[in-house]
């Protein structure tokens, strides 16, 4: 299976990912190694150059509940959406 060439979507999930990223008052850096990913690959997500594989936006959203003293586990109740329906909110809820 090919991966999407929608631009539009694309576009739109870099916009909410350097959103999210700057409401959370974190560098590039700083959620790169939350997620345990490089930090150009998110800024390539963040100019849409890059498209976000499901694992690495379930990455993101656990990336929320982590803390240097607990790992995040995604049974954690904190891992979960608040008010949000999709896992990527859980980054920001």
């Known amino acids: 299976m090919?991966?999407?060439k929608n631009q539009e979507l694309i576009q739109a999930m870099a916009v909410e990912i350097k959103a999210r990223r700057r409401a959370l008052e974190l560098s590039q850096e700083d959620l790169a190694g939350r997620c345990e990913l490089d930090r150009p690959y998110i800024s390539?997500?963040?100019?849409a150059r890059k498209q976000p594989?499901?694992?690495?936006?379930?990455?993101l959203a656990i990336s929320r509940s982590a803390t240097l003293d607990r790992p995040p586990m995604i049974g954690d109740v904190s891992f979960w959406p608040r008010r949000c329906g999709n896992a990527f909110d859980a980054q920001i809820c």
Do not use: A, G, H, K
């Open 2 to 4: 090919r991966p999407s």
């Open 53 to 59: 594989t499901i694992s690495v936006l379930l990455r």
């Open 44 to 47: 390539l997500m963040e100019v």
